[in-house]
């Protein structure tokens, strides 16, 4: 399994970037979940986004500005984020999580919200 994530750099406050995560080795439509997890400097890696079968949902602090999104068709998933704040600045992680074992992540696309 191979996740590769895009998009990041650098942006101002108030700022968009759309992350894109590209994978291989497995496939989104079947996996129980994907979605985005963010580690910010000296903070653990916490939940950002996630998709499930029927559901979406977000972590309260980016609720109406990112939105997670994914073209099975081209087995990528996305990341809009708009509205950005120096508190987004992170590595963003693309996460699959296959219906039976552990989950996988990618290596993490750095953004960093400043100005």
């Known amino acids: 399994v191979r996740l590769v994530e895009s998009g990041g750099g650098l942006v101002q406050p108030g700022g968009s970037l759309r992350l894109s995560c590209a994978a291989s080795?497995?496939?989104?439509?079947?996996?129980?979940?994907v979605g985005w997890d963010r580690q910010a400097p000296g903070e653990q890696r916490g939940l950002v986004a996630r998709?499930?079968?029927?559901?979406?949902n977000y972590a309260d602090s980016v609720k109406g500005r990112f939105t997670i999104s994914r073209d099975n068709t081209k087995n990528t998933l996305y990341l809009q984020m708009n509205s950005l704040k120096p508190e987004d600045t992170a590595v963003y992680y693309c996460?699959?999580?296959?219906?039976?074992?552990?989950?996988?992540w990618g290596q993490g696309t750095r953004v960093t919200v400043s100005s």
């Open positions: 998709i499930y079968s029927d559901t979406t």
């Open positions: 996460i699959v999580v296959p219906t039976y074992g552990n989950p996988y």
């Open positions: 080795g497995i496939t989104f439509r079947n996996a129980y979940a």
